[in-house]
């Protein structure tokens, strides 16, 4: 890996790793839910009515529930390939001078992430979006130190 320890490599990969711990929580419950039948009476009216709303998308037929089980798999699927594609990326970042940009994108993309889940008024996703916004963050903050 060439230049390793550039300033602010280390919180960069901390924030990669963050937003795949993010998708790993957010993929555990989305299996759960897949798995564990709800037994709250609120839970399962609700869910009987996600089903109750039926989607038509031209030959495609589907109801709420799933569109919403879509959505979840969907939010996992993209944490996880954004984790994944910055840790792949960090080296060449670094060896070519682009780390601060990929930083940059990083900071816009979490910091989209924090404020839906602020809107929707959603603590856990939240938080996870705040502590990996801090991390590129710092990482942005450690670059410029150095340059």
Known sequence: MPN?????????RAGAIGYLV???????????????????PLELEAER????????????HTHFGQLVRLLSASYSTL????GVLNLVALPA????????????????F???LLVLSAIVRFPPPM??????????????????RAA
């Open 93 to 108: 970042a670094v060896a070519h001078g682009r780390l601060r940009g990929l930083t940059l994108v990083n900071l816009v």
């Open 127 to 144: 938080m996870f979006a705040l502590v990996i916004e801090v991390l590129f963050a710092l990482s942005l903050a450690a670059q410029r």
């Open 79 to 82: 944490l996880l390939f954004v």
């Open 110 to 112: 979490c910091g989209l």
């Open 4 to 12: 390793a320890t550039a300033p602010g490599s280390r919180l960069f």
């Open 22 to 40: 993010f998708a790993g929580v957010h993929l555990t419950a989305f299996v759960r839910s897949l798995v564990v039948a709800p037994t709250d």
């Open 49 to 60: 009515a996600l089903r109750a709303v039926v989607v038509d998308l031209g030959p495609f």
